[in-house]
């Protein structure tokens, strides 16, 4: 029942399954928990779900880290519980797309168990390698490359068992598969045909634009101050291209899946490539660019910059015209790895954070791509505000913190970094009422609910027609019922303006809709070019002004 580019016109709503809700009382969300709630799902009116690894795993990077791809850990339920949610997904018309991640797997997972041996069938599936030449085993300097982790200190680890380094971009207990070994792409392969099988429509990939390495593996350039993770030659390595079409021919075409490839640091020249529907590689990639706008260049997220508003519509211009007609965007705020965007780029104080989530909702989801709908970002969910290191769990944040302070770092100034991007921000419990665990468990959640639950909830929001849910509700509605949302090329007005946030969208013969934006807390004056008349397809005032904009109103316009 899936017809080419379905994806096209879909909007996909993302679950962190351990935060979404709990049918246990175990404290940790699970399969039976998102089950119970895909009316909620229905009446939003997305398409697809997305949900996050609930696969076996030690959960070192909450499930990031996976023991065993075709089995579901007990603490998220059983495969039956799959069968049943991709059951319950189907029948209300909805699909369901699985995180793949393959740039690594857990530690724990028998591949790698079997690689220790060197002398074993697996001893080449990840990167092991001597220590470099002249270095003791396990002394600083004796890791083969100087990569660091994204998850601090280095990226080589020492197992004494095999009496060589493995490379581990990410946490030691992830190390790196060795995708040049065709045997490892057999293996990914077949596990992918197992789940499509089973009736998934599709996969986000993880870091998937890292698995091609460049060869040798050699030493990151380094530039003094600037960040040592990512710096590494394995983002868009040679051989991506390759592995991907092999993929593609091996399960991919003809399945009409929805493939999205997370892909930090993509360029919109690699991504126009990934996406190019002649290639047959990936139907979209997640680029990261917009992501990194409140940071400082080269010194990674933790290094805070307030964003500068020109720059990120430079951006979004930058993709929506980089992949015109060539491939397909896929169009985000929020996941479990970034801050909430009321907080981060909106304004969620109590005046303004209804409006705020509405336009930075408008803003995004009136461009051209397939949206995606992180869990509570539908209600206006905020960053959780933590303020002491004892109430994060993110093993990103807590390595930080453990290397950043023992190097002298002000522990206040870092509070401060991680209360603003720390991916624990996202990975709150979602708030379902406002009762004293939010709906969300009977039990001891494993992460503090975010005690302003007792306003923003879903039931409150449902219940409120003027709520962030309903805003989101009719967005969806408009990409599903008109081709302009759809299909419209993107034009930037007033690229410039510190304040507004304008842009049309234009398909031959049909009614240009215009986006009017005010993305500050200030009221703002209308150009008198942008005073035009037409239907208004959605706004988040009633009373308007045609010269002015309230703080954080906007509007959609069909130009008559
Ligand atoms: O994220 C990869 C990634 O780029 C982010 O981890 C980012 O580097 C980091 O969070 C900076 O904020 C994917 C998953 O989405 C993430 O949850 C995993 O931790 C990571 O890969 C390893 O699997």
């Not at 080589?156 to 995708?179: C, T």
């Not at 004892?390 to 401060?416: M, R, S, V």
Request: hydrophobic share 35%; charged share 25%.
């Amino acid at each position: 029942q899936r017809t080419p580019d379905w994806w096209k016109s879909a909007v996909v709503y993302q679950i962190y399954p351990r935060s979404f809700c709990d049918s246990t009382g175990s404290g940790m969300g699970d399969i039976r928990g998102i089950i119970s709630k895909l009316d909620h799902l229905q009446q939003l009116g997305v398409d697809v779900v997305w949900m996050s690894p609930a696969y076996t795993s030690p959960q070192d990077d909450n499930g990031y880290d996976i023991s065993d791809y075709q089995d579901i850990d007990p603490l998220f339920g059983s495969l039956a519980d799959v069968d049943e949610l991709i059951e319950g997904l189907h029948s209300r018309g909805m699909k369901l797309v699985m995180d793949l991640v393959v740039n690594h797997s857990s530690d724990e997972h028998s591949w790698f168990q079997e690689s220790r041996d060197r002398y074993s069938a697996k001893s080449d599936w990840y990167w092991w390698s001597d220590p470099r030449p002249g270095f003791e085993p396990g002394t600083p300097g004796a890791e083969p490359t100087n990569w660091a982790s994204a998850f601090s200190g280095p990226a080589w680890h020492w197992d004494e068992k095999r009496g060589q380094y493995y490379l581990h971009i990410f946490s030691r207990k992830q190390p790196d598969l060795n995708w040049e070994n065709p045997e490892v792409r057999k293996a990914v392969h077949g596990m992918m045909q197992w789940w499509i099988d089973r009736g998934v429509d599709g996969f986000r990939m993880d870091v998937i634009n890292l698995i091609s390495k460049t060869l040798p593996l050699e030493d990151a350039e380094v530039v003094p101050g600037q960040a040592l993770s990512f710096s590494g030659s394995y983002v868009d390595g040679p051989r991506m291209d390759e592995f991907l079409h092999e993929m593609n021919q091996a399960v991919l075409k003809d399945n009409h899946l929805l493939t999205v490839g997370e892909a930090p640091g993509v360029s919109v020249e690699q991504a126009a490539k990934y996406t190019d529907p002649s290639r047959e590689e990936l139907g979209m990639v997640f680029q990261f660019e917009h992501m990194g706008l409140d940071e400082q260049p080269g010194h990674g997220k933790w290094a805070l910059k307030p964003l500068h508003l020109p720059d990120l519509k430079a951006n979004f211009a930058k993709w929506q015209h980089g992949l015109e007609g060539r491939g397909w965007n896929s169009l985000y705020w929020d996941n479990h790895d970034q801050p909430r965007i009321v907080s981060r780029w909106g304004d969620d104080s109590p005046e303004h954070r209804v409006n705020s989530a509405k336009t930075l909702a408008t803003v995004l989801h009136l461009q051209k791509g397939t949206p995606y709908v992180y869990q509570g970002e539908e209600i206006g969910m905020t960053n959780a505000y933590f303020t002491s290191i004892e109430q994060y769990q993110d093993i990103e944040i807590l390595n930080h913190w453990a290397e950043a302070t023992a190097l002298g770092a002000d522990p206040e100034e870092l509070l401060e970094s991680y209360r603003t991007k720390g991916r624990d921000n996202a990975r709150t419990p979602m708030l379902w009422d406002a009762t004293d665990k939010a709906g969300f468990t009977t039990g001891e959640p494993w992460l503090e609910i975010n005690p302003n639950h007792t306003e923003i909830n879903v039931e409150a929001a449902v219940a409120d027609p003027d709520s962030v849910f309903h805003h989101y509700r009719k967005l969806i509605g408009l990409r599903h019922d008109n081709e302009v949302v759809r299909e419209g090329v993107f034009a930037l007005l007033e690229p410039d303006h510190e304040q507004l946030f304008c842009y049309t969208r234009t398909v031959p013969g049909q009614p240009v809709l215009l986006v009017l934006a005010n993305m500050s807390s200030q009221a703002c004056t209308l150009p008198e070019d942008l005073r035009r008349e037409g239907a208004v397809l959605l706004a988040t005032h009633e009373e308007r002004r045609d010269d002015e904009l309230a703080p954080w109103e906007s509007r959609i316009v069909e130009l008559a």
